[in-house]
């Protein structure tokens, strides 16, 4: 495999790295099975407030990121040491004072700034089918799922523990410590986020545990545990059950039941229930889903992060006002059925309400389209472009009208 000098020269780092930590470690073992690539992700955000006394009536900008990960093998021995590096850097190509706070590049005073970046690396030890990292990490599990909706993804920091060393059973265990935000380059203490929460307080430590197992091909259920210091507990419980009816024919059933509880000052009470059917006929998808908030305030989860809940989609953060119930249609559809693979549609329309806005009970939906086409091969293979649509009314919030264009091409380096 071709690898090129910024390919080698930064795994070179990575290992001369390893080297001073741990001496006489197996460079050709850490090294062969080293993964490395480099993204170009170009996007275009416009999203037009169209309610009554908007205080901004347009947020629109343009930016160029660029995302390096780089992801070592183990050295060899009983216990194998490596390393994981991420380096992130944001363009600004267009904003303005008054069309700011996207998302896409950092808020400063009067208008974002011309760039910004920041790199990270988590150093991980492997014993058998158990891997613990330690640096900048970006956990996907329910109770922490750092958002990527933007230009540059949202990390943390602090260690994780993985373990898979009993068949079927994943096991998670950790601490996050900090937090940078999707346009952001600093490293701030963690937050918590949600509709009527109050009496929340910066922490630097939030806590996590989960276990996962899956009782045959198609069946999952799994616990998860989440905790910030000074501000919630949250228990998480989900079951994911896909099965065959027919050749081409499947069902995915997708059962989330969440419970957040205050700790110290907060008044978080949250019960969240959620359920997602899927039905797949070939090229086709259809899926509808019922989300159900019961308490005082909405659902808690991490600033800036996504909202594990089947109802999160584009523009409403979540639909998850307190006591609100909402429900979703979905289709999809897969245009290699037609002879364009790569091709992909996606449409759903979202609606909420039982929920109070003022003295008025509050009412909410939005409709969201997804066109998205990836080369599939030749010179411009892995090149994706993608237009999302949505459209978000509510009788008293926000009105919105918002587009995004995402170009985006991803460089095997390694």
């Given at each position: 495999?071709y690898?090129?000098p910024?390919s080698?020269?930064?795994?070179?780092?990575?290992?001369?790295g390893?080297?001073?930590a741990?001496?006489?470690?197996?460079?050709?073992?850490?090294?062969e099975?080293?993964?490395?690539?480099l993204e170009?992700?170009?996007?275009?955000?416009n999203s037009?407030?169209?309610?009554?006394?908007?205080?901004?009536?347009k947020?629109d900008?343009?930016?160029?990121?660029?995302?390096?990960?780089?992801?070592?093998?183990?050295t060899?021995?009983?216990?194998g040491?490596?390393?994981?590096?991420?380096?992130?850097?944001?363009?600004?190509?267009?904003?303005g004072p008054?069309?700011?706070?996207?998302?896409?590049?950092?808020?400063?005073d009067?208008?974002a700034p011309?760039?910004?970046?920041?790199a990270g690396?988590?150093?991980?030890?492997?014993?058998a089918?158990?891997?613990?990292?330690?640096?900048?990490?970006?956990?996907?599990l329910?109770?922490?799922?750092?958002?990527?909706?933007?230009?540059?993804?949202?990390t943390?920091?602090g260690a994780q523990?993985?373990?898979?060393?009993i068949?079927?059973?994943?096991l998670?265990?950790?601490?996050?410590?900090r937090n940078?935000?999707?346009?952001?380059?600093g490293?701030?203490?963690?937050?918590v986020?949600?509709k009527?929460?109050?009496?929340?307080?910066a922490?630097d430590?939030?806590?996590f545990a989960?276990?996962s197992?899956?009782w045959?091909k198609?069946?999952?259920?799994?616990?998860h545990?989440g905790a910030?210091e000074?501000?919630?507990?949250?228990?998480?419980?989900?079951?994911l059950?896909?099965?065959?009816?027919?050749?081409?024919?499947?069902?995915?059933?997708?059962?989330?039941y969440?419970?957040s509880?205050?700790?110290?000052?907060?008044?978080?009470?949250?019960t969240?229930?959620g359920?997602?059917?899927?039905y797949?006929l070939?090229?086709?998808?259809f899926?509808?889903a019922?989300q159900?908030?019961?308490?005082?305030t909405?659902f808690?989860?991490?600033?800036g992060?996504?909202?594990f809940l089947v109802?999160?989609?584009?523009?409403?953060?979540?639909?998850?006002?307190?006591?609100?119930r909402?429900?979703?249609a979905?289709?999809?559809y897969?245009f290699?059925a037609?002879?364009?693979?790569?091709?992909?549609?996606?449409t759903?329309?979202?609606?909420g309400?039982?929920?109070?806005r003022?003295n008025?009970e509050?009412?909410?939906?939005?409709?969201n389209?997804?066109?998205?086409?990836v080369f599939q091969?030749?010179?411009?293979k892995?090149l994706?472009l993608?237009?999302r649509?949505g459209?978000?009314?509510?009788?008293?919030?926000?009105?919105i009208?918002?587009?995004?264009?995402i170009?985006?091409?991803?460089?095997?380096?390694?």
């Amino acid at each position: 495999m071709y690898k090129s000098p910024a390919s080698l020269g930064f795994t070179s780092a990575a290992a001369l790295g390893l080297s001073l930590a741990f001496p006489g470690f197996a460079e050709a073992d850490l090294l062969e099975d080293s993964k490395a690539e480099l993204e170009f992700r170009n996007f275009y955000f416009n999203s037009d407030y169209r309610q009554a006394g908007a205080a901004q009536s347009k947020r629109d900008e343009w930016a160029q990121g660029l995302l390096l990960t780089y992801e070592s093998g183990f050295t060899d021995g009983p216990v194998g040491f490596g390393v994981d590096a991420i380096g992130l850097f944001g363009l600004k190509l267009d904003s303005g004072p008054e069309r700011r706070n996207s998302g896409l590049l950092p808020v400063g005073d009067e208008k974002a700034p011309g760039n910004y970046g920041r790199a990270g690396v988590a150093a991980k030890a492997r014993v058998a089918k158990s891997v613990l990292r330690a640096g900048t990490l970006m956990p996907k599990l329910p109770t922490v799922l750092p958002n990527d909706g933007r230009l540059l993804p949202q990390t943390f920091r602090g260690a994780q523990l993985t373990s898979k060393d009993i068949t079927d059973l994943t096991l998670n265990l950790g601490r996050l410590t900090r937090n940078t935000e999707r346009n952001d380059s600093g490293h701030e203490l963690i937050e918590v986020e949600g509709k009527g929460i109050r009496g929340g307080q910066a922490s630097d430590r939030f806590d996590f545990a989960s276990a996962s197992y899956n009782w045959t091909k198609g069946l999952t259920t799994a616990y998860h545990y989440g905790a910030l210091e000074n501000n919630y507990q949250q228990h998480i419980v989900t079951l994911l059950h896909n099965v065959t009816l027919a050749p081409g024919q499947s069902l995915k059933s997708d059962l989330r039941y969440a419970r957040s509880l205050k700790d110290g000052n907060t008044n978080i009470d949250n019960t969240a229930i959620g359920a997602r059917f899927t039905y797949t006929l070939q090229s086709h998808s259809f899926g509808v889903a019922y989300q159900k908030m019961k308490g005082v305030t909405g659902f808690a989860h991490l600033a800036g992060t996504d909202s594990f809940l089947v109802n999160y989609v584009m523009i409403s953060p979540d639909f998850a006002n307190p006591q609100e119930r909402s429900w979703q249609a979905r289709y999809d559809y897969d245009f290699a059925a037609l002879g364009v693979p790569g091709l992909s549609f996606m449409t759903r329309y979202l609606q909420g309400d039982h929920f109070a806005r003022g003295n008025k009970e509050g009412t909410e939906w939005e409709r969201n389209t997804d066109l998205a086409y990836v080369f599939q091969s030749g010179p411009l293979k892995n090149l994706e472009l993608k237009w999302r649509n949505g459209t978000y009314r509510s009788n008293g919030g926000n009105n919105i009208d918002q587009n995004r264009v995402i170009v985006s091409y991803t460089l095997p380096l390694l």
